[in-house]
């Protein structure tokens, strides 16, 4: 086969799984406990007329499946780079410590301020909270000279477990006090505002286009430290770009709607599976295919127990680990 | 054969790690919410202890420390001989659903099964952990296991365990939950003698087993051809041990429950410590493991008195900063 058929074929791909998208968040909007037609979101729109079925679609389920489809896809482009920075395929986003630190703030933000803590200052603290630890985690990575993504990757599992102990100490103590950070750390796409999305989107999108135009670049270092050097690649400034990268999106992630694992994990051993290793596609799939996964499995949670909703996580792990464990058998190398 | 002086300075090493257990454990016997003499300690381990305090050592802390050594060890050696086996620096027993099927066997069991005995909860929790593993292994198998494919799949097997849990803990009613968080939150107090029945033979047998095959982790950890070249038998000896570190590592979930970052980091610390022969670095960690729950069990009951708070709170607030210690004084990892 020759390149110009498969990068038809890929491309191809991107707007087959671009329409498959579309049509998941379609779905998402409409279905539910509620149903709702498509002339309902186009009145919701067109005419408000603040009824219930307009309000729950334009504050609840747009929100919502928007929220989704932006964090599934910022997390899967995190992890594709966290991997190929720390050059361990068991790398995930959370490995920075961004997860533990943006709980961590929030936590303590809530011992200091209570109950004066609004959301947005909790959306703005999570954020920071993810990226101080993720410097802190860089700096440490960066110690004795040199970067080795070993150093990286053991220091920021260390500074995530640190965070996380940390966090589980304050709670422990404050039991009462801290309700409200629970809500935090579970994971969910739900009851999350669209003004709290738009406070992180700018860096969301930031981290999104330093992931694209990073993609030449992390081919290169994609083949190891010495080649990457003789072909004249500035390895230290492509790092802290990833590094820089990551941080935003994983970190508006977080603030957007809590941590949620997984996601970054599996999603970038999927699309190695089906587009290979090219990040100049391997990004964009990703991306597609991780808003895809937490779309899908944000609306299935509502579908799985007839009473309750189930959390996001649990419906990702039940749509994701039977790809997963496809994709691991059918690999050869991974 | 080790040079001298590095021979002195692993003997020196490992008398001082001794030590460091022995004083702990003294410690922790003699602190508490009732503080006893470190007299009394002594005469109630000689067994000439009168006074009321023997209930407390004997009853109560004893078999806890034991608790903490014992579980500290197991999963600091399970940690290392899978990070031997699957050669990536963040395998943890977790990673094989270790955690996740002992964590879904209690829940299910609390949930379906009425009128039980606390003291089953070790063994329901040891055997989930058991079938967990099992079917990793079985969905990683073709012609032979790789240990990439097999902890991809453990990742997706611990997820499905963990999302079953929350699954049924969410459908499940609300007094079930804060029982079975509270076990899931890896804590050794209220262990008597009868959990150290269970726990220590475990111990006993699978971590000198380990050592045993130290030289074939050794072999393993060089990567796959140039053990298969050595004349390993890769697939069999792998089964072997992973089967002792989910063993190790089920036995302590099941007593424990999740004590999260000793099966990670302890064997990390004993890399730095002496280097990257398993047969220094399975005692080590065991060491190192051990002395993490020991010092998160003692902090989790002076820090915040009255309070009792868990020991798998504190295990990565005392080890992290070590770790961290060690990262920044070495040069290379």
């Known amino acids: ?37 498509l002339k309902d979101l186009w009145l919701a729109y067109s005419q408000f007329n603040g009824s219930n079925e307009h309000l729950i679609l334009t504050r609840v389920r747009v929100p919502r499946t928007l929220i989704a489809a932006l964090v599934g896809a910022s997390l899967a482009v995190a992890g594709a780079i966290m991997q190929v920075l720390t050059r361990n395929p068991l790398a995930s986003p959370s490995v920075f410590g961004v997860n533990a630190g943006a709980v961590l703030f929030i936590v303590i933000g809530l011992l200091a301020f209570g109950s004066s803590l609004t959301m947005s200052g909790m959306v703005w603290l999570a954020f920071a909270g993810a990226v101080a630890t993720s410097v802190v985690v860089y700096m440490l990575g960066l110690q004795g000279g040199g970067f080795e993504p070993v150093k990286l990757t053991l220091a920021g599992a260390c500074m995530a477990a640190f965070a996380s102990s940390i966090t589980s100490g304050i709670i422990l103590i404050n039991k009462q006090s801290l309700e409200s950070a629970l809500f935090w750390m579970i994971g969910s796409v739900e009851g999350r505002n669209l003004e709290h999305l738009l406070m992180v989107l700018p860096y969301m999108a930031i981290g999104m286009t330093i992931s694209l135009l990073l993609a030449g670049s992390l081919n290169i270092m994609a083949i190891g430290d010495d080649s990457a050097k003789s072909l004249g690649q500035r390895l230290t400034l492509v790092r802290v770009l990833s590094a820089t990268a990551i941080v935003l999106l994983a970190g508006s992630s977080v603030a957007a709607a809590g941590p949620i694992a997984f996601i970054g994990l599996i999603v970038p051993h999927l699309c190695r599976y089906i587009v290979g290793h090219d990040f100049r596609w391997l990004l964009p799939y990703t991306a597609l295919v991780g808003a895809i996964l937490l779309v899908t499995a944000d609306l299935a949670s509502r579908f799985i127990l007839e009473s309750k909703e189930v959390p996001v996580g649990v419906a990702t792990a039940i749509i994701g680990v039977p790809f997963l464990i496809h994709v691991a058998r059918r690999k050869q190398h991974a | 054969m080790l040079k001298p002086r590095r021979a002195k300075y692993t003997i020196l090493l490992f008398i001082g790690l001794t030590c460091v257990v022995a004083a702990l454990s003294l410690l922790s016997l003699s602190v508490g919410g009732v503080s006893v003499p470190l007299k009394e300690v002594f005469a109630s381990l000689a067994g000439r202890n009168r006074e009321a305090s023997n209930l407390i050592i004997m009853q109560f802390r004893l078999p806890r420390i034991a608790a903490a050594i014992l579980i500290g060890a197991a999963l600091a050696v399970a940690g290392a001989l899978l990070q031997g086996v699957i050669r990536n620096p963040l395998a943890s027993p977790d990673l094989l659903g270790v955690t996740g099927g002992a964590s879904v066997a209690v829940v299910a069991f609390m949930t379906f099964v009425t009128g039980y005995s606390i003291h089953w909860v070790p063994f329901i929790a040891i055997g989930g952990a058991l079938v967990a593993t099992t079917i990793n292994y079985v969905f990683a198998w073709k012609k032979g296991v790789s240990p990439f494919r097999l902890v991809l799949i453990g990742i997706g097997i611990s997820t499905a365990m963990g999302a079953l849990t929350t699954f049924l803990l969410i459908s499940g009613p609300a007094y079930l939950a804060a029982q079975v968080l509270n076990w899931m939150t890896g804590s050794i107090y209220g262990t008597n003698w009868s959990y150290i029945e269970v726990l220590w033979p475990w111990v006993a047998i699978f971590i000198p087993l380990s050592l045993l095959l130290a030289k074939e982790l050794n072999v393993q950890s060089l990567g796959e051809d140039v053990a298969r070249g050595l004349g390993s038998r890769l697939q069999l000896s792998r089964m072997i041990l992973l089967f002792y570190s989910v063993a190790l590592a089920g036995a302590a979930v099941g007593v424990a429950g999740t004590i999260s970052f000793i099966g990670l980091m302890a064997p990390h610390i ?36 009255p309070l009792d708070v868990p020991a798998g709170v504190f295990t990565a607030g005392i080890g992290a900063p070590f770790f961290m210690y060690l990262l920044f004084k070495r040069k290379k990892i």
Not at chain 1, 1 to 27: D, Q, T, W
Not at chain 2, 273 to 299: Q, R
């Open chain 1, 1 to 37: 086969m020759n390149g110009s058929f498969l990068s038809k074929r890929k491309l191809a791909g991107l707007v087959v799984g671009s329409i498959l998208l579309l049509i998941c968040m379609l779905c998402s909007v409409l279905y539910g406990l509620h149903q709702f037609g």
């Open chain 2, 270 to 305: 004993a890399r730095m410590l002496v280097g990257n022969s398993y047969k220094l670095i399975i005692p080590v960690s065991a060491f190192i493991g051990a002395i993490i729950l020991l010092l998160a069990d003692l902090a989790g009951r002076m820090l915040f008195q």
